[in-house]
């Protein structure tokens, strides 16, 4: 069956084992120094050790795999102690998986075992990406009005589903990459990013073909001379699959274009290099439910404007 599971990007996996903790499926192993995905059936595509790793090595893709089997999991899990259920059942319930949750539940009940306590998606053990927060701002009517900015949108589809490869005003280009969210996070999306560049968009969490944008984009590459790649994507961890997205199409279309990446706060600001970000709630081991923080990584050269809110310049 095609389902969506975790790829490992060998060349970038260090071997760290940092994702090793946070699968509490049991689904990946360091073997030969790289890490493995040991068994399709165990991987529930979730990706909860997206976030972990420091390379951006794992991403979620759809492939053919064998259909995830809750009770094989449990079987593996339980021997692991109490700790590594709990983390299991907040993993389902952050992902909204409540049928997956129910088995699991049912399999403690039949074996006897107690169910741990844990949080739910509402109280803490949400995936990042999808976990509510309020985002305080100052009043309307206590902040400077700005001019109005003009629209920089060069193009139209924006969207890669909609996009047609052959399009002309792909022709060296300066091309921006990014997440769905990144324009409604970032204020000045228009004058700091889009200006001078033809926009493509796309959710690698929410959107089902990642193969068919693979695909596509790497097919915008291979026809056009492309001037340049500016990446844009959000501090959670499922937004990452964006530059995953676009390293595979480059290494398709064996081209080589030169590529800045940028992570966004959800606080509305450019990350700083190595600056604390979201990563995922709790350590996948059921250390507790606070953020789990890690650094952010970015390419290009920084301006004076970053800390506060504004990209490297070009």
């Given at each position: 069956m095609k389902?969506?599971?975790?790829?490992?990007?060998?060349e970038?996996?260090?071997?760290?084992?940092?994702?090793?903790?946070?699968?509490?499926e049991?689904?990946?192993?360091?073997?030969?120094?790289?890490?493995?995905?040991?068994s399709?059936?165990?991987?529930?595509?979730?990706?909860?050790c997206?976030?972990?790793?420091?390379?951006?090595?794992?991403?979620?893709?759809?492939?053919?795999?064998?259909?995830?089997?809750?009770?094989?999991v449990m079987?593996?899990?339980?021997?692991?102690g109490?700790?590594?259920?709990r983390?299991?059942?907040e993993?389902?319930?952050?992902?909204?998986?409540?049928?997956?949750?129910?088995?699991?539940?049912?399999?403690?009940?039949?074996?006897?075992?107690?169910?741990p306590?844990?949080?739910?998606?509402?109280g803490g053990?949400?995936?990042?990406?999808?976990?509510?927060?309020s985002?305080?701002?100052?009043?309307?009517e206590?902040?400077e009005?700005?001019?109005?900015?003009?629209?920089?949108?060069?193009q139209?589809?924006?969207?890669?589903?909609?996009?047609?490869?052959?399009?002309?005003?792909?022709?060296?280009?300066?091309?921006?990459?990014?997440?769905?969210?990144v324009p409604?996070?970032?204020?000045?999306?228009?004058?700091?990013?889009?200006?001078d560049?033809?926009v493509?968009?796309?959710?690698?969490?929410?959107?089902?073909?990642?193969e068919?944008?693979?695909?596509?984009?790497?097919?915008?590459?291979?026809?056009h001379?492309?001037?340049?790649?500016?990446?844009?994507?959000?501090?959670?961890?499922?937004?990452?699959?964006?530059?995953?997205?676009?390293?595979?199409?480059?290494?398709?279309?064996?081209?080589?274009i030169?590529?800045k990446?940028?992570?966004?706060?959800?606080?509305g600001?450019?990350?700083?290099?190595?600056?604390?970000?979201?990563?995922?709630?709790?350590?996948?081991?059921g250390?507790?439910?606070?953020?789990?923080?890690t650094?952010?990584?970015?390419?290009?050269?920084?301006?004076?404007k970053?800390?506060?809110?504004g990209?490297?310049l070009?």
């Amino acid at each position: 069956m095609k389902r969506k599971i975790i790829d490992i990007d060998e060349e970038k996996c260090t071997g760290c084992g940092l994702c090793i903790p946070d699968c509490p499926e049991g689904a990946l192993q360091i073997i030969d120094g790289k890490a493995r995905l040991v068994s399709d059936l165990f991987c529930d595509g979730l990706g909860a050790c997206i976030g972990t790793c420091p390379e951006g090595a794992i991403c979620v893709v759809e492939r053919e795999a064998g259909p995830y089997d809750e009770r094989a999991v449990m079987e593996k899990i339980v021997p692991q102690g109490e700790g590594v259920i709990r983390a299991h059942l907040e993993h389902l319930l952050g992902h909204g998986e409540e049928g997956l949750y129910r088995e699991a539940v049912e399999y403690l009940n039949e074996k006897g075992i107690p169910v741990p306590e844990h949080g739910t998606a509402s109280g803490g053990a949400a995936c990042p990406g999808s976990a509510a927060r309020s985002l305080p701002r100052r009043e309307a009517e206590k902040r400077e009005r700005a001019e109005q900015i003009e629209s920089e949108l060069r193009q139209w589809p924006v969207q890669l589903q909609l996009l047609n490869p052959a399009a002309s005003y792909f022709e060296d280009a300066d091309l921006l990459i990014s997440g769905d969210c990144v324009p409604f996070a970032y204020a000045d999306f228009h004058r700091d990013f889009l200006r001078d560049r033809i926009v493509i968009m796309f959710c690698p969490k929410l959107d089902s073909d990642v193969e068919g944008y693979i695909t596509k984009l790497a097919e915008i590459f291979s026809q056009h001379a492309i001037r340049s790649i500016t990446v844009l994507h959000m501090e959670v961890p499922c937004c990452s699959g964006v530059r995953y997205v676009v390293n595979q199409a480059l290494e398709r279309s064996e081209k080589e274009i030169p590529v800045k990446e940028h992570t966004i706060l959800i606080s509305g600001r450019v990350a700083e290099e190595g600056e604390k970000t979201i990563q995922r709630r709790g350590s996948g081991m059921g250390q507790g439910h606070g953020p789990g923080l890690t650094a952010a990584r970015r390419t290009g050269s920084p301006s004076g404007k970053t800390g506060e809110g504004g990209p490297p310049l070009s």
